[in-house]
């Protein structure tokens, strides 16, 4: 069993202990985003890349250093954990505030779908790209109490050929 699977598995051990409601649980869904990061870590670390830090900011999440290339890589890393939706959301506003893709400073921006096991990487600037040229829906999503929180909804089938999916 390569790393990644144990660590899915025992993320998949981990969710299932702690049913998910759907209520906003903002705690707890920072911890499951917080194994995603883990799981996506472990993920780049088998394609060669080494781990420089974790940053707990708006800028980025990871920052890895790939030696092919000599250069260090930023990552905004998202987890879905929902069963799928056939969508895929980018937060862009929480409590009146730019949040996720209209403030990273990450040169990459991925979203784990924990149970599809799929990995979705794109560049930042290409996402925003998408953003801009697609011009997709966007709602507000139940967030914790007041947030407020939008999100940009693609439908996965319609932006799918501009992301590198990786299956874990």
């Not at 974790?54 to 990871?62: G, I, P, S």
Request: proline residues 2%; aromatic residues 20%.
């Amino acid at each position: 069993m390569l790393p990644s699977q144990i660590i899915i598995k025992l993320f998949t051990i981990f969710v299932f202990m702690n049913r998910i409601v759907r209520q906003y649980r903002f705690k707890k869904d920072v911890k499951y985003g917080e194994y995603g990061e883990t799981i996506i870590k472990g993920f780049l670390e088998s394609q060669g890349m080494v781990f420089h830090s974790v940053n707990r900011d708006y800028r980025y999440d990871l920052k890895m250093f790939y030696p092919a290339t000599n250069k260090f890589y930023t990552y905004e890393i998202k987890t879905d954990f929902y069963e799928n939706t056939g969508n895929i959301l980018i937060e862009f506003e929480s409590r009146g505030k730019k949040t996720g893709i209209t403030i990273t400073e990450a040169d990459y921006f991925l979203t784990f779908f924990y149970k599809q096991g799929e990995i979705w990487n794109i560049s930042t600037d290409k996402l925003k790209f998408l953003i801009n040229y697609l011009n997709p829906g966007f709602f507000k999503m139940s967030g914790d109490k007041g947030s407020n929180t939008k999100l940009f909804c693609f439908k996965k089938k319609r932006v799918k050929r501009f992301f590198k999916i990786h299956k874990i």
